[in-house]
């Protein structure tokens, strides 16, 4: 029996959880329709969920529509908790994205639209809410090819296993070779449109009402009908979407097979053994021994693990798109600064996209996170399940920093009996990369051991920039060269070594204007009165933001563009005050680009790298059977090793 994973996404109140009630359901495997606003849907389970009415975490069920078994797992819908969606996303052969026939293509639903396109993840669309008045199928398909892709087409028309004669040209038309071999025969075949819908050339369209069970039955059937296996490997793979905790506090790594088979008492990750096999369908789950290829489970008790990580031939995934730009401290209010910090531990462990940061110089734990509907859940979480009641500080802007120059930094560890010398190569890398760490040192120079101990202390913490203190990214770090004690070198030593190598090197770019201070900007979309349309432009650009050429939309007009984040944050009260309530603006994150006013920011933070003890950029080198500071700037003067690149082969890599 053929077996798929599916992934149900939307923007929030959009009907995705009352479409995933609807689909278990009329496949019978619940026995009650569950409402969101009666707190009984099946998959939105936990207390908050059920207090708050939206999905806040990422759940399982299990269904079965003809000769197909389907793994649905419903995502939240709130912007928010994008980057739990974006976890789900890797692990899925088909996403199901909802669109409300009534409100259309919203922003989060674009963005959703483009992470599908960024994981490339054949997708389904099913239009709901088309019992309301003012539902216009014409209107909304004609939405969907025009904003996603022409090849947004109504499959619903004909029956489970054909479509209308019209719609198999339409489907030709989105492949030239397919277009042409209808050409010939008249006809496209059924295992054609099935390649075109993985290949994201076709997106098959359904309309109806989840609400109501209209048009269920028929995007069932559909999925059962269009959907392929997916491909897989005789060698064991499988990727880890999800970190949780049961209610009984045990920890559970949730993953996909997408090869081979996992078995009880298999080793996984060094010596941990599968001691236990689950799979969960709403908060209940079965014990099996074994799970193959195409299959979710969930394994209690590993350690170690994380969202993106990849097991057996699977690599890990890259740096999520979806990233938090906003930082707050927290308050303990009383609590235990340390205890605070492990319970904070546990939830990035859930989530990594929390990045919990402890200064100890500063005695601070800071969060990062994406809005204040994710802080209020934090809150709530903290009070329900630990206990714990603590305040955060009014927030400010995440910003990062990356470099724009290439440099070798140098880090030095000699204190008596201690020995270790770091060279990094630290270069620019493509814009939302992160940081990427690699090794081009010959084994002769520095051993495999002292190599291995040098990138994993890159991985161990967040690297810090050195204008604002802001985390540092999109820069390659590569380890080119260094020096070991054959008597007195530990691994401790290379540690300092590594840390102060990029501090230093940063230094260095600092003086020489190659470092830049990066700000979250908002892709935004704005729509008021034809008469505002001049305000609003001259507001965008005092802003310092950019914008296309305005959209007429009847007595209205849509303004589309970029704004950094810290500029219009607050505008959405100024556009309801202006517009008399009658304007809208939707903003998304669009990633990080160059800060607007970073002289300004710069300043107003007065950072201190040199005063940063826990991340120094000086060494300590030994003399006189002592060892003794020496200040970033002096530490090329002394070191021990040459440098790996002259300042004309560093020019060439800017």
Known sequence: MPKITAGIVAHVDAGKTTLSEGLLYQAGAVRELGRVDNGDAFLDSDTLEKQRGITIFSHQASLTIQDLTLTLLDTPGHVDFASQTEQVLSVLDYAILV?????????????????????????????????????DRDRVLDQLQTTFSPGCLAFDQGTAATLPEDAYEDVAMQDDAVLEQFLDTGAVADQTVRQLIRQRKVFPC????????????????????WTSDPVTTPDFGAKVFKISHDDKGVRLTWLRITGGQLATKTVLLGEQKVNQLRVYNGTKFEIRQSFAAGEVCAIPNL??????????????????????????????????????????????????????????????IRVQIMGTVQLEILQQILHDRFQLDVGFDAGSILYKETVTK??????????????????????????????????????????????????????AKEQLGVLTGSPLTDAKVTLVTGRASIVHSVGGDFREATWRAVRQGLMMLRENDGLQLLEPWYRFRLEVGQDQIGRAMTDIQRMSGDFDTPVDAGEMAVLTGTAPVTAMQD??????????GKGQLECLIDGYRPCHNADEVVAAQAYDPVGDLPNTPGSVFCAHGAGYPVPWDEVPGMAHVDYAYTPAELAKLS
């Open 99 to 135: 669109v409300s026939a009534t409100d259309g293509i919203q922003g989060y639903t674009r963005t959703l639209w483009r992470l599908l396109d960024h994981y490339q993840i054949p997708t389904f669309i099913f239009v709901n809410k088309m019992d309301a008045v003012t539902a």
């Open 206 to 225: 359904y309309f109806g009402s989840a609400l109501k069970l209209e048009g269920v039955s028929a995007f069932l059937a559909g999925l059962a009908h």
């Open 303 to 364: 350690t170690d693990t994380y969202p993106g990580q990849g097991l057996g031939n699977v690599a890990d995934e890259r740096t999520p798109e979806i990233q938090p730009v906003l930082t707050y401290a927290v308050d303990p209010q009383g609590h235990d600064l340390h205890d605070c910090l492990t319970i904070f531990r546990q939830l990035e462990d859930e989530d990594p996209q929390l990045h919990v940061t402890w200064s100890s110089h500063l005695q601070e």
């Open 406 to 459: 290439a440099v070798e930094g140098v880090g030095h560890f000699e204190p008596l009996r201690h020995y270790a010398e770091v060279h990094l190569l630290i270069e620019p890398a493509p814009r939302g990369s992160g940081l990427t760490f690699a090794a081009d040192c010959s084994l002769e120079i520095l051993g495999k051991n002292w190599q291995h101990q040098v990138l994993s202390n890159l991985r």
């Open 571 to 580: 505008y959405a009260q100024e556009v309801n005050a202006y517009t008399h």
